[in-house]
């Protein structure tokens, strides 16, 4: 089955940009979306599509997917960005939606 | 608004069953699939299947057991996950998930905690 690497953690300081990469073979053939999920909440959809972002979602949080890698990207950082970051896409060769780890991201 | 409001966590021992309950409002129900998501406590996301809501068909995840079935009941807009023979490994908090055709899955339940104590 598909394999999404994330890396357990990310540290940025307030006011920088964060990257939360997602790893997979040939990742950037295929959509990848992104969720965020604060503590003690459900997860919420933050980029569909790598790019498009769902109604309420500030443009800080942009996106990018190219060879095997896809990126999270927040701009301006916000200590009410801390949460997990999940990656995800559709595995046509099973028909499985695939999670990666998961990324918490701590704001310094 | 869109909503997806689950049933109350449930307390359960070993070898019992639960089922648990997601009903969807803001919407036709019947125009978006609904998915089932597990978090082990601690743990990630892994999605387990989702449901037809227009056709009622269940796909379930590849390696997921027949102790798990999800059902709906088009007539209170509800989705259902029941889990039978439950194991301590089945501890999880359960989600419940919108799919947008095509998409990512746009709108969740709160969540609802299923314990297996004995």
């Known amino acids: 089955s598909y394999v999404l690497t994330q890396p357990p953690s990310v540290s940025v300081a307030a006011g920088q940009t964060a990257r939360i990469t997602c790893g997979g073979d040939d990742i950037g053939t295929v959509s990848v979306h992104w969720y965020r999920q604060k503590p003690v909440q459900a997860p919420e959809l933050v980029l569909d599509y790598e790019t498009d972002r769902p109604p309420g979602i500030p443009e800080r949080f942009s996106g990018s997917n190219s060879g095997s890698t896809a990126t999270l990207i927040i701009d301006s950082v916000e200590a009410g960005d801390e949460a997990d970051y999940y990656c995800q896409v559709w595995d046509s060769s099973t028909n499985d939606w695939v999670f990666g780890g998961g990324t918490k991201l701590t704001v310094l | 608004q869109v909503q997806l409001v689950q049933s109350g966590s449930e307390l359960m021992k070993p070898g019992t069953s639960v089922k648990i309950s997601c009903k969807a409002s803001?919407?036709?129900?019947?125009?978006?699939?609904v998915h089932w998501v597990k978090q082990a406590p601690g743990q990630g996301l892994k999605w387990m299947g989702w449901?037809?809501?227009?056709?009622?068909?269940?796909m379930y995840a590849q390696g997921l057991t027949g102790r798990f079935v999800f059902s709906l009941d088009t007539s209170v807009s509800t989705t259902y996950l029941q889990i039978s023979s439950l194991e301590a490994d089945d501890t999880a908090t359960y989600f419940c998930a919108r799919d947008v055709p095509g998409g990512g899955h746009d709108s969740w339940g709160q969540g609802t905690l299923v314990s297996v104590s004995s």
């Open positions: 803001g919407y036709t129900f019947t125009r978006h699939a």
């Open positions: 449901i037809n809501t227009n056709t009622g068909r269940p």
